[in-house]
């Protein structure tokens, strides 16, 4: 089992920034990536970035640029530093990791980011 703690939402004005993390506690030996989904209402969860144990990062296109993902040493935290936001990038924010074996996805609870424009 592995749990997952969102941190870092709130309320911001077009242009600003916001740091998101997730903390990740449990067997943490069979996780190979972590990453970071958002759902805005009435849309279907999107892929926003991810991280590999490997250190290999994916973006989403409308993100490139403005998003950062990272990860402490240790890789139990996940770090999302989202700059030069935009309406569009309100949602709630959702931690995910994937297990290798047995095949399984973990989320959090999920932090609301709201911008302002």
């Known amino acids: 089992q592995v749990r997952l703690v969102e941190s870092g939402g709130g309320l911001v004005q077009s242009g600003g920034s916001l740091r998101l993390s997730c903390a990740a506690s449990?067997?943490?030996?069979?996780?190979?990536?972590m990453g970071w989904y958002r759902q805005a209402p009435g849309k279907q969860r999107e892929l926003v970035t991810r991280?590999?144990?490997?250190?290999?990062?994916t973006y989403a296109d409308s993100v490139k640029g403005r998003f950062t993902i990272s990860r402490d040493n240790a890789g139990n935290v996940v770090h999302l530093q989202m700059n030069s936001l935009k309406p569009e990038d309100t949602a709630v924010y959702y931690c995910?990791?994937?297990?290798?074996?047995?095949?399984?996805?973990?989320w959090g609870q999920g932090t609301q980011v709201t911008v302002s424009s």
């Open positions: 991280i590999t144990s490997g250190g290999s990062t």
């Open positions: 449990g067997s943490m030996s069979t996780i190979n990536a």
């Open positions: 995910k990791a994937e297990s290798t074996w047995p095949p399984y996805a973990y």
